[in-house]
């Protein structure tokens, strides 16, 4: 199966998501934040698009989420963080380059 250029951005923007909120004290950020990080790495979607990727993170038990009005908030949890170290490799997330890589 061939992947197309928006299967690309979206497996780049589960990576980015996952590494800034690995970057956080409490691995944890809300939807308009991570909007930023994902504009500085030239990926500009709106915030539904995000939430959809939010959710499949979250169906991949790669982040929980809490809706705090029209954001979604997120937090790594314990398999997000092993495909960040490489442990494990979920389908569909852009794999992390290897430290010093």
Do not use: C, Y
Not at 10 to 39: G, P, W, Y
Not at 45 to 55: G, N, T, V
Not at 75 to 94: N, P
């Amino acid at each position: 199966m061939t992947r197309t250029m928006e299967d690309i951005v979206r497996e780049q923007a589960r990576l980015i998501v996952l590494k800034a909120l690995a970057e956080q004290v409490n691995e944890t950020l809300n939807s308009d934040l991570m909007r930023a990080e994902l504009a500085a790495a030239g990926i500009n979607k709106p915030r539904e698009w995000l939430h959809d990727q939010l959710q499949w993170l979250k169906a991949m038990e790669a982040v929980t989420l809490i809706s705090f009005g029209t954001i979604l908030v997120a937090t790594l949890t314990e398999k997000g963080a092993q495909h960040l170290r490489r442990e494990i490799s979920i389908e569909g997330i852009q794999r992390p380059s290897r430290p010093g890589g």
